[in-house]
């Protein structure tokens, strides 16, 4: 009789493993952005900002009110992100971009910047909750007016620049990114 409970707890033992396994898998998958829904790179000699160029400087503010400078970050790499809360790729990518930022963003010498395109949005307080919502801790800046969207030639969003440690643009990524492509696209940067 005792072989035949250990025999069965066992079989318990694996059907739970098996079916964790699975639910993990299928939570992975869920997460993940298809291939097809990858963003691309724009071609930089043929539309918008040079490559090259060094990218347009600004000063926005953060949910908190505090002032930051695309300028002041000179020395470190940009992934300077423009976004919005009602944009469901951005939603797509946000948990990317975070999870980059906790992992790689000081091993490679990264800042990212997402900049919300807040006169687009309801409420500041929907991009509050957004960001808590999916606890973001790189910084968040509000373009409470159009401007910065149109000298960066922003017409679709998501819509991510890549910017080396001189201030150069390298690249535009039009549609979401996920972990390893930030990664890959980062490590062609200087």
């Known amino acids: 009789m005792k072989k035949k409970a250990f025999g069965l707890s066992i079989v318990l033992v694996l059907v739970v493993i098996m079916v964790g396994t699975y639910i993990k898998n299928q939570i992975e998958a869920s997460e993940a952005i298809n291939d097809y829904a990858l963003g691309y790179e724009m071609d930089l000699d043929k539309e918008g900002l040079a ?21 002041d970050l000179k020395g470190k790499k940009v992934i300077l992100n423009f976004w919005a809360t009602w944009c ?10 975070q999870k980059y930022y906790e992992k790689y963003a000081k091993k490679d010498n990264v800042e990212i910047v997402g900049v919300n395109l807040t006169y687009t949005d ?17 910084p968040i800046l509000l373009m409470e007016d159009e401007g910065i969207n149109e ?4 017409l679709t969003i998501p819509s991510t620049f890549m910017i080396d440690s001189k201030g150069r643009i390298q690249k535009h990524i039009v549609g979401p990114l ?12 200087d």
Do not use: W
């Not at 490559?51 to 300028?71: M, R």
């Not at 469901?88 to 971009?97: D, R, V």
């Not at 492509?181 to 940067?189: D, M, S």
């Open 51 to 71: 490559k090259g160029q060094t990218a347009p400087d600004f000063t926005l503010q953060n949910l908190q009110g505090e002032s930051l400078t695309l300028s």
């Open 88 to 97: 469901p790729p951005c939603k797509e990518e946000m948990p990317h971009l």
């Open 122 to 138: 309801s409420k500041v307080d929907n991009i509050r909750k957004f960001v808590e919502g999916y606890d973001l801790t790189f």
């Open 151 to 154: 000298i960066y030639q922003v």
């Open 178 to 189: 996920d972990q390893d492509a930030l990664r890959e696209h980062v490590k062609e940067l």
